[in-house]
């Protein structure tokens, strides 16, 4: 039996709202720091300048990767929180942990890039994005189990049901991508990001029906 | 008597807010950015790797308490203005005051992590959760006594008696660990982790009954 | 045909704001960190501070000029958003692609800043301002054709003309901006923080006449 | 005459209101990043640790000074929006600008803590809180001609008066301790602070009435 006060907490949707977009805004922009522009007294031609830039090349899709992975769970989350209309301490510290481990990514996917051909590297980049892939998924069964949902009918089953297997099936691919690593460590690594690149990508596979349901989110 | 200026100031309960949100994201983020990835031409095996990783673990740990902290303060303050439908200048400037010491979280946990053992570290990081604490009560004894709480009758008593034995137990908590260090310095630090992990961790401890007084945070 | 999930991912319009305030907030406020204090045991004299001062004119001047170009798409995506009331998740990822180059702004400025009198970096910069105004372009295309803008008969062409046009007369000038820079380098960056300071100076031209078709933006 | 884009541009309140609190929040935070936790081989007692803190008191001494000053700036802001129901480019211009020299106030006052003693460290930090009131009062005084002011009668004028009183006054005795520089440096600062001080504590001074015209800002 919860406390009076731990019943009363961590209502207030706007506020988990925003404190995640800060955190995802902050993350994202600081990601972009780590490029730095080469500076040399050595570069003196076109040609010197282009040669400079080059060894910059992993670390811009490096960047590229984190971006696409951050805007795929934040776009997860948003998605969520359009039907969620009540909230409580629970799924407060539910999104407080998710946004622990979006803290974490920047870490996770420099260590990878910094370490390339190792299993440790994979297996905690992999942890990470398991983790929030379960914390999304915890995140939305509890919501729609307590009843927060602001749907009903018809349209609360088939949107419960697409958001559960979104994350089951990235997170499938996900697994199998991290146990490829006992195959050949970079077809784990690029599948891993086949798949990043297919959900931020999707939209380029299909016309966007005008049955969409779509609503309003005000 | 203070100035018609001062008498308008300060009104607009959603800047306080967003204001605070940017204020823990940032400092939440910035946290992790002193875990720096190992990086050593020595690192040639998995075990190597594994190696380079076993050093950050105290910074990972001192990063996870201080986003349980922060997450603690923060949840504490959202569940204030869900009730909060009133504003002026004095609890405008409450607000930035308290949101002047989140802002110094970051230094005395690291002072605290850096100069473990020393009772001055000890009593600067309780001194920091100390003020936190009292400059919620304040918030909330200030809205409180005004009148500016969008709640009547029963419900009023029970939340306001909620908020306030809250905010008093665990400040209470707080000194008594702060005191242990006059027994011995791990002992006092152990209790007020213990105390923290509580207070995050509570959601663990029981389920949130049918009757919980949720309501929509619009 | 877009899965069932990707029919109802990304419709929350107040988070993609917000993140978007949050990624230029960031980002405008770490540009200023390059800004280092000089500090020397040789200042001795109020002349001294101030010859040590002047270094920095080229730095502040960069910094001024990447506010301004931040303003101008800031200011572009705002106005476009008083007129969407819909969304999905393909707009939701045009958006993060912008987000995304905006977030390579501060490195592009900062490139053609070291590395002025090259062509390369004039190219690189008017790239990332390129694909900021055809991302904007594309979003507004989208949401009109979608018929997601809040909008009816006479205003709703208006405002579709006023907004298209303003994107194609500025990447036009940035486009003859560029190519400038085959007669004259400097006359290629000059040309080019000439439109920039038109769009943001723009309110010195002119009055507002009451006819505006001005709106609360609630 | 303006083009009918610059008509529809800039009118999202919320929007100018969010990247104020995001770049408020940012510099906040940042600045406290100035304050590094000593580290020295050499501490050993207690003592030692007080003596390392020492050499940091004028850090947070200027830390302190600057969130005040930030806090009277961000309060003066979420004052005038109040009351501001419309919103047009050019106050979205002089909004911006009024961030930019926010964004600028971290370096003028690291400026005048390192410089300190010198007159034209006094100058550019004076100048900077000129700038910041004079962008307020243009700010009010734009949106209250053009009447996109939410109030009518007696109170639009009462406030009217007391907005810009509040920013005149407070200009008029920075500009006097700037010019008590020619008499004593230390004297012009030691002023500057108090005014500064004055504003921020004002709530110690006296009870607010029953007669507050206390609005929710919903």
């Not at 998710?98 to 974490?104: E, G």
């Not at 199998?176 to 050949?184: E, H, K, S, T, V």
């Not at 990001?193 to 999707?202: D, E, S, T």
Request: hydrophobic share 50%; with cysteine; proline share 3%.
């Amino acid at each position: 039996m919860p406390s009076y006060y731990n019943r009363i907490a961590g209502q207030r949707i706007q506020r988990i709202e925003a404190i995640s977009d800060g955190i995802f805004a902050v993350a994202l922009t600081l990601l972009v720091l780590d490029i730095k522009v080469p500076i040399s007294a050595a570069i003196k031609t076109e040609h010197d300048l282009f040669n400079a830039l080059c060894p910059l090349m992993p670390k811009f899709l490096s960047y590229f990767l984190s971006f696409m992975t951050m805007g795929i769970l934040w776009t997860g989350q948003t998605t969520q929180f359009n039907y969620i209309e009540k909230y409580d301490r629970n799924l407060n510290w539910i999104s407080l942990f998710f946004l622990l481990f979006v803290t974490l990514l920047p870490f996770t996917t420099s260590f990878l890039s910094e370490h390339i051909g190792f299993k440790l590297s994979i297996a905690i980049y992999w942890l990470n994005i398991l983790s929030l892939g379960l914390l999304l998924l915890i995140h939305w069964n509890y919501a729609y189990r307590h009843d927060y949902i602001n749907l009903t009918g018809e349209e609360k089953i088939a949107i419960n049901k697409a958001v559960r297997k979104r994350v089951i099936i990235a997170q499938s691919l996900y697994a199998f991508g991290a146990l490829l690593c006992f195959i050949n460590i970079y077809l784990s690594i690029g599948f891993i990001i086949a798949v990043q690149l297919n959900y931020a990508f999707a939209f380029f596979s299909g016309k966007t029906s005008k049955q969409t349901p779509v609503i309003s989110s005000k």
